[in-house]
């Protein structure tokens, strides 16, 4: 079962996070504030679903170094910067590249709350491909070594026949090879297997 989205507040201002947070609780998202990145660091669990929410506080932001180290890290947690309304993200180039959306104070809380939302959304369709693919794998490992040599036959886009042709079995082997493969993946067709396998290489 999945844990619970968790939204990270990053913010010097208690006021500021306290609204902020009063602004999600209303829709019952799970938040916790920090006055620090750093302070956040401490806490941090890359596992947890969420997104995070940064103030950029300009000029004369000292957490710029960390905070970029931690996009870094972080690039499964999807990031939402807050900002002033003068503030030039020029000097942050890295940083808002990062971010799926960039809003200005004074936040307006509906665009807050939208925000927040996607955010959650997008890590949470991110996280299930991934537990899918995990499982994938898994599942690909129980293969035997000769559906194995099947599989990267079919992959290529050959047909059964040249499969047995090219592995010196029968025509009904290789054929009967592919459906258990099917069966072991779970998957309804080659064009479904195909696609499968090569999703698990993106990225």
Same mark, same amino acid.
């Given at each position: 079962?999945?844990? %619970?989205?968790?939204?990270?507040?990053?913010?010097?201002?208690?006021?500021?996070?306290?609204?902020?947070?009063?602004?999600?609780?209303?829709?019952?998202?799970? #938040?916790?504030?920090?006055?620090?990145?750093?302070?956040?660091?401490?806490?941090?669990?890359?596992?947890?679903?969420?997104?995070?929410?940064? &103030?950029?506080?300009?000029?004369?932001?000292? /957490?710029?170094?960390?905070?970029?180290?931690?996009?870094?890290? @972080?690039?499964?947690?999807?990031?939402?910067?807050?900002?002033?309304?003068?503030? /030039?993200?020029?000097?942050?180039?890295?940083?808002?590249?990062?971010?799926? /959306?960039?809003?200005?104070?004074?936040?307006?809380?509906?665009?807050?709350?939208?925000? @927040?939302?996607?955010?959650?959304?997008? /890590?949470?369709?991110?996280?299930?491909?991934?537990?899918?693919?995990?499982?994938?794998?898994?599942?690909?490992?129980?293969?035997?070594?000769?559906?194995? %040599?099947?599989?990267?036959?079919?992959?290529?886009?050959?047909?059964?026949?040249?499969?047995?042709?090219?592995?010196?079995?029968?025509?009904?082997?290789?054929? &009967?090879?592919?459906?258990?493969?099917?069966?072991?993946? &779970? @998957?309804?067709?080659?064009?479904?297997?195909?696609?499968? #396998?090569?999703?698990?290489?993106?990225?």
């Amino acid at each position: 079962m999945q844990a %619970e989205p968790t939204v990270y507040i990053v913010d010097p201002d208690q006021t500021t996070c306290d609204a902020m947070a009063a602004t999600l609780a209303v829709n019952g998202v799970r #938040v916790e504030t920090y006055s620090t990145v750093q302070a956040l660091l401490i806490d941090y669990v890359p596992a947890r679903p969420g997104c995070l929410l940064l &103030n950029i506080a300009l000029p004369g932001m000292s /957490d710029i170094e960390p905070l970029s180290r931690f996009i870094v890290e @972080v690039g499964d947690c999807f990031l939402v910067l807050v900002v002033s309304q003068l503030a /030039d993200l020029s000097g942050l180039a890295n940083i808002s590249a990062g971010a799926i /959306d960039v809003l200005r104070k004074p936040v307006d809380p509906d665009a807050l709350r939208e925000s @927040v939302s996607s955010a959650l959304e997008r /890590d949470a369709a991110i996280r299930t491909r991934m537990t899918r693919k995990q499982e994938f794998r898994k599942q690909i490992d129980s293969l035997t070594a000769r559906e194995r %040599e099947v599989l990267d036959l079919v992959i290529d886009g050959k047909p059964t026949k040249s499969i047995a042709a090219e592995l010196g079995s029968s025509f009904h082997t290789v054929r &009967n090879q592919r459906a258990s493969i099917l069966r072991k993946l &779970n @998957v309804e067709n080659s064009i479904d297997l195909v696609r499968m #396998v090569t999703s698990i290489h993106d990225h």
